[in-house]
């Protein structure tokens, strides 16, 4: 009924000593996690399939204690496939790291071993992204690292945070674009390509402690902030979400080939171009090619291939039926050439 009302649907204190993670991804399906109930236990992670009435406890073999104080090292993508970074408790040093479940919590395995996690967050069982705090000769410094084969390989991206991080959140169906919340940075981060360059947002009028950030579609968002702070956006925090819109306003006076959003993608992707109001670098005899090829150099399919006036165009791409990877896109106009790369996903 909306929260009028609460009903109790699990309580055991030999089990755990607090509750500290739940994920719904229906009206049905559910895991929950929460500490252990003593230094020598283990974590209680529990799965329902009927809204909570039941509970399944699961037998987490791998003896994972704690989520590490709060929800921000531990993250379910599905019922099935969870991740959690353990860097302290009692496993062994060579245990630790990025571990992974595939059956909900009762079995786990690790996938890498990185340490110094502040916060984890993955956008399915394949991109997921953490920010991580290291300290080298007494030197605080931030780094955000980022895998999309399910964590077996990470790369790693300079931010300028120093803050303890609190929360990821991936605009929904779109992972190039992440919020981060930095904590007692005080600060906002927006990146458009999965992390590996990042937008830091200031605010002047409030003191900001980001605790948590929800999205529920590209635009609409929530953070919840200490000091009674609650602060909601209906355009994405003000950053321009929509290439198209962001370039039709303008001609530009020369060639250009914009990187293609999303990035990666799956399997459908925008790749807008310009073709400049300059008559001494544009002849309508000219023809516009846009074709996108494989690693290899193989041609994979021709998007753009006409005479084009000057303004500017944006085609999509399928890549249904190609295998993940990455692949390059060319813009050919004359004796001009633009190559980018992307990223497909699947």
């Given at each position: 009924?909306?929260?009028?009302?609460?009903?109790?649907?699990?309580?055991?204190?030999?089990?755990?000593?607090?509750?500290?993670?739940?994920?719904?991804?229906?009206?049905?399906?559910?895991?929950?996690?929460?500490?252990?109930?003593?230094?020598?236990?283990?974590?209680?992670?529990?799965?329902?399939?009927?809204?909570?009435?039941?509970?399944?406890?699961?037998?987490?073999?791998?003896?994972?204690n704690a989520s590490a104080d709060s929800w921000?090292?531990?993250?379910?993508?599905?019922?099935?496939?969870?991740?959690?970074?353990?860097?302290?408790?009692?496993?062994?040093?060579?245990?630790?790291?990025?571990?992974?479940?595939?059956?909900?919590?009762?079995?786990?395995?690790?996938?890498?071993?990185?340490?110094?996690?502040?916060?984890?967050?993955?956008?399915?069982?394949?991109?997921?992204?953490?920010?991580?705090?290291?300290?080298?000769?007494?030197?605080?410094?931030?780094?955000?690292?980022?895998?999309?084969?399910?964590?077996?390989?990470?790369?790693s991206f300079d931010i300028d945070s120093i803050?303890?991080?609190?929360?990821?959140?991936?605009?929904?169906?779109?992972?190039?674009?992440?919020?981060?919340?930095?904590?007692?940075?005080?600060?906002?981060?927006?990146?458009?390509?999965?992390?590996?360059?990042?937008?830091?947002?200031?605010?002047?009028?409030?003191?900001?402690?980001?605790?948590?950030?929800?999205?529920?579609?590209?635009?609409?968002?929530?953070?919840?902030?200490?000091?009674?702070?609650?602060?909601?956006?209906?355009?994405?925090?003000?950053?321009?979400?929509?290439?198209?819109?962001?370039?039709?306003?303008?001609?530009?006076?020369?060639?250009?080939?914009?990187?293609?959003?999303?990035?990666?993608?799956?399997?459908?992707?925008?790749?807008?171009?310009?073709?400049?109001?300059?008559?001494?670098?544009?002849?309508?005899?000219?023809?516009?090619?846009?074709?996108?090829?494989?690693?290899?150099?193989?041609?994979?399919?021709?998007?753009?291939?006409?005479?084009?006036?000057?303004?500017?165009?944006?085609?999509?791409?399928?890549?249904?039926?190609?295998?993940?990877?990455?692949?390059?896109?060319?813009?050919?106009?004359?004796?001009?050439?633009?190559?980018?790369?992307?990223?497909?996903?699947?």
């Amino acid at each position: 009924d909306g929260g009028s009302s609460w009903s109790e649907q699990y309580n055991d204190s030999t089990k755990t000593k607090y509750f500290n993670y739940i994920e719904m991804f229906d009206l049905n399906n559910g895991v929950a996690m929460g500490d252990a109930p003593n230094d020598s236990g283990k974590a209680l992670f529990l799965q329902t399939n009927d809204g909570g009435k039941n509970w399944i406890e699961m037998e987490n073999n791998f003896q994972i204690n704690a989520s590490a104080d709060s929800w921000r090292r531990l993250d379910f993508v599905s019922p099935e496939i969870g991740y959690i970074h353990d860097n302290w408790g009692v496993t062994l040093p060579e245990k630790r790291g990025i571990i992974k479940t595939t059956d909900g919590g009762n079995n786990w395995e690790v996938v890498a071993q990185i340490f110094g996690v502040d916060i984890l967050k993955f956008y399915d069982e394949n991109i997921g992204i953490v920010k991580r705090g290291l300290n080298e000769n007494g030197n605080f410094y931030s780094v955000i690292s980022r895998t999309t084969d399910g964590g077996i390989n990470w790369q790693s991206f300079d931010i300028d945070s120093i803050g303890w991080g609190n929360d990821f959140e991936f605009i929904p169906n779109d992972p190039s674009r992440v919020w981060l919340c930095d904590g007692y940075g005080g600060h906002l981060f927006f990146s458009n390509d999965t992390g590996s360059t990042w937008e830091r947002i200031n605010f002047s009028e409030i003191e900001l402690i980001g605790r948590d950030i929800v999205f529920v579609d590209e635009n609409h968002g929530w953070i919840l902030s200490d000091y009674g702070i609650l602060l909601h956006t209906n355009n994405n925090g003000g950053i321009i979400s929509d290439i198209k819109e962001e370039r039709n306003s303008e001609i530009q006076n020369k060639f250009e080939l914009r990187q293609n959003y999303p990035n990666p993608f799956n399997p459908n992707t925008k790749i807008s171009y310009s073709i400049p109001n300059v008559a001494s670098s544009f002849s309508s005899s000219q023809i516009v090619q846009i074709k996108v090829y494989d690693i290899l150099g193989k041609e994979i399919s021709t998007l753009v291939n006409e005479q084009k006036s000057a303004g500017n165009y944006e085609v999509n791409f399928n890549a249904e039926n190609l295998p993940s990877g990455i692949y390059f896109y060319k813009l050919q106009v004359g004796e001009f050439s633009e190559i980018k790369k992307m990223t497909l996903l699947k």
